[in-house]
C-alpha cells in the first residue's frame, strides 16, 4: 500500500491550489447568480487553458491531460473547494459525464460536431433522464418515448431536474425505444439540439429559494413531437441504461472528491472560527471541548471519506467499474453524509453568520442537501452494498 501522492502530479495539485485560492475564490458571489459570473469565468478558463490544466479528466487526445481516475480525484477535492473550480476547468457535471460518453459510444460525426467543441469549453451540454412522474431511483420505468419515423426519432415526454439545460446546446436524452425488451434494455439515449421544435424548456426549478440560471441550473423540460435523426442516436438502441451506469461510475468519483473538498473548506472555516471567536473576554470558542469534538470527528470523518474514494477509484483504474461496484455505493452515501455533517458543524461554530451569505457555509449547504438524493438517493446504494453482503449469507430479497 503507498499512500503517497503520484511524484508528478504534486507540482500540477499545488499549482492548482494556488490558482484556486488567488484567482477563483474572489469571484465566489455566495447567493449571487451564475449568469452573473460568466464572462469572468471565461476570462479565468482561458488561464486555465495556458497552464495546460483544462478539461483535466479527458484523455490527451481530446485535449485533456490524461489523468487517471485516481489522479482526476485528487484534482476533483481540489477544484471541489470552491462552486466554481469545476466549472473554470471545464470538468463540471453534466458536461464530464456526457464528454466521457460521446467519447466511448459516440460516431466520428458526433464527437466532431459535439464532443470537440464541449471539450473546448465553446459550448454546453445536459443529460435529460429524470422525469416528475416517475421514480428517478428506477430509470428502467420511463415514460418518454422515441419513436421511430423514416429516418427520424420523434421524442415526446416530460423531464425535470435536466441540470444546466439553459444555455445548453444539447441534451442527451433517455427515452424508450423499445418497450417490449426487457426492462434493462428498453431505453436509448439520443441527442437533442436544444433549438430542435418540440424542445420545450418549461421553466428553472427553484432549489432551496433559488431558481438558478445557467449552468447553474435545473430545467423542467417538454419534448412534443421532437423530431431528430437516427444518427443521433448514442450507442446501441436499447443500451441506454447501461450507459447510463457506466457514466455515473466515475461521476461518483468525481462528485465524492469535490465534497471532499467543500468538506476541507468548511473545516479550515469552522477551525478558523473557533480559534479567533471570543464567546466571553479571552474565552475562545474553541477551548470548548464540544467545538474541539465537532472538529475531532470532522477530520476523522473526511480522512476515512478521501481514503475510501480514493481507494473506489483506485479499484475502477485496475480492475474496472464492475468489480468496484460495491466501493462506489458504499461512498456515495457516506461522504454525502460525512458532507452533510461537516457543513452543519461549521454553520453551527459560525451561530448566525453560519447561515448567512456572509461565507460560502449556506451556499454549500444549501446546495449540496441534494447530493444524498441525486445519482442515486442514499438508500439505493445501502440496499445494493446491503444485499451483497446478505447474499453470502444466503439471503437473496
Ligand atoms: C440537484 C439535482 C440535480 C439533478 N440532476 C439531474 C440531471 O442532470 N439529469 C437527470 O436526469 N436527473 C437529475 N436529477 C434527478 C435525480 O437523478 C433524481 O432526483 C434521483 O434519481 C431520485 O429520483 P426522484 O427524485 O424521482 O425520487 P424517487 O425515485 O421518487 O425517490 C424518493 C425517495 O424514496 C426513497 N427511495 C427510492 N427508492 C427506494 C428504494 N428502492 N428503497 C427505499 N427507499 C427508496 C429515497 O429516499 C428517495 O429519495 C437531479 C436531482 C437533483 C436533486
Redesign the pocket.
Known sequence: MDFAIPARMQPILDGMKRFMETEVYPLERHGGRFVDLVPALKQQRERVKEQGWFAPQLPKEHGGMGLSLQEHALVSEILGRSFLGHYVFNCQA?DAGNMEILIRYGTDAQKATWLAPLARGDIRS?????EPER????PTWLETTAVKDGNDYVINGH?W???SAQGARFAIVMAVTNPDADPHARASQIIVPTDTKGFEFVRNIS?MGHEGSDHDS?AEIRYVNCRVPRANLLGAEGAGFLIAQERLGPGRIHHCMRWIGICERAFDLMCARAAEREIAPGKKLGEKQIVQEWIADSRAEINAARLSVLHAAWKIDTLGLHEAREEISCIKFYVAGVMQRVLDRAVQAHGALGITDDTVLAAFYRGER?SR????????HK?VVAKRALKKHGVTA
Not at 126 to 130: A, G, H, L
Not at 135 to 138: F, I, R
Not at 373 to 380: A, F, L, S
Open positions: 453534466p445536459c443529460f435529460s433522464m429524470t421514480p428517478g431511483s428506477n423531464k431536474f435536466t441540470s432549489v435545473h441534494a438524493i441525486y445519482d442515486g438517493p442514499d438508500e439505493v440496499i
